[in-house]
């Protein structure tokens, strides 16, 4: 079964970048990497998904390299309401989330 | 529009209460999901039905019983809970099953078995 990693907790600053990584080494061919953002109490938001190299939408950029063993989300400019928990999603059969990084955006 | 309905959003019951959480989609999406979400923890598959047949039953308990009527709307029947299966429920759908169709989740309804 694939396990997936990502840090546990990340903080930054106002207007910072953020970049959250993701280690999912034993992903399938056919996989999706999908991240999420939760709120307390609310259910998980779709944010962006990807296979391969380079997504962009207008929140967010993942980024993914050649061997698909990670995934790196990028938050750019960053504000208060960007706190939240962030899932990584390994879209596979066992639809199985990542631990979740809970993002503390600090004034 | 990439909506799911949930209802409701809190329930109390007790243990030997028979209850229903009900959730609806109109996105066309033929497959539907539930997961349960305990505190500071990822959500955890429960059920998955494909085009209104379940396809994945992850182990769970038959205190929860799943129902999909049709393809807009997913049911999940609750008889003789515990407390610690309070949580958060979650629904969710996506066009399909196979990876690289998105999952939309709903906002979930609180559930506190007493």
């Known amino acids: 079964l694939a396990k997936t990693t990502q840090p546990i907790s990340m903080d930054s600053y106002e207007g910072q970048e953020v970049n959250i990584t993701c280690s999912h080494n034993?992903?399938?061919?056919?996989?999706?990497i999908t991240w999420y953002q939760q709120f307390p109490s609310q259910g998980p938001r779709f944010i962006i998904q990807g296979y391969k190299t380079k997504v962009t939408n207008e929140v967010a950029s993942l980024f993914i390299p050649a061997d698909r063993k990670s995934s790196t989300l990028s938050l750019p400019r960053v504000s208060l309401s960007d706190t939240a928990v962030y899932y990584c999603?390994?879209?596979?059969?066992?639809?199985?989330f990542g631990p979740g990084t809970r993002l503390s955006v600090l004034p | 529009d990439t909506e799911v309905t949930q209802t409701p959003k809190h329930l109390v019951m007790g243990m030997t209460n028979k209850k229903s959480l009900k959730c609806e989609q109109h996105?066309?999406?033929?497959?539907m999901y539930w997961y349960k979400q305990k505190a500071k923890k990822p959500p955890e598959l429960m059920f998955v039905?494909?085009?209104?047949?379940?396809?994945i039953n992850e182990s769970v308990p038959s205190r929860f019983s799943p129902e999909c009527p049709n393809s807009s709307l997913l049911n999940l029947h609750l008889h003789a809970l515990q407390p610690e299966d309070s949580a958060l429920y979650l629904c969710?759908?996506?066009?399909?099953?196979?990876?690289?169709?998105?999952?939309?989740f709903g906002e979930g309804s609180w559930l506190t078995v007493v």
């Open positions: 999603f390994p879209r596979g059969q066992n639809f199985v």
């Open positions: 039905y494909s085009y209104e047949k379940l396809s």
């Open positions: 034993n992903i399938a061919t056919n996989d999706y």
């Open positions: 996105m066309g999406h033929r497959a």
């Open positions: 969710a759908s996506s066009l399909g099953q196979t990876s690289g169709n998105t999952i939309y």
